[in-house]
Nanobody, 124 residues
């Protein structure tokens, strides 16, 4: 069982930055692929970014475009999402996810644990 707790969301203005954090339980955290997904009201959940156990990263190139950076600290069982140049369309609930069996994919179905989410609201 893996427990994920997100934090760091809030209300910001367009152009601002936020750093989301995800605290994970699990004695083998270092072997998990971790990811961030988001879901805006009335929309499907979408992939944001992922980081593998080796540190390799993958991003949703459709909207990240160099603005977001995912990172992990295996010593602290933490995953982060640094978000810069935020836009109103980035408004969503952001979820941390763990894939305990595979690699850092974009498919939400590959992730077997999700956190409760943290709300990010970007005003124009």
């Amino acid at each position: 069982q893996v427990h994920l707790v997100e934090s760091g969301g809030g209300v910001v203005q367009a152009g601002d930055s936020l750093r989301l954090s995800c605290a994970a339980s699990g004695r083998t955290f270092g072997s998990y692929a971790m990811a961030w997904f988001r879901q805006a009201p009335g929309k499907e959940r979408e992939f944001v970014a992922a980081v593998g156990w080796t540190g390799g990263t993958r991003y949703n190139v459709e909207f990240v475009k160099g603005r977001f950076t995912i990172s992990r600290d295996n010593d602290k069982n933490m995953v982060y999402l640094q978000m810069n140049s935020l836009k109103p369309e980035d408004t969503a609930v952001y979820y941390c996810a763990a894939n305990t069996r595979g690699s850092a994919t974009w498919d939400g179905g590959d992730y077997d644990y999700y956190g409760q989410g943290t709300q990010v609201t970007v005003s124009s």
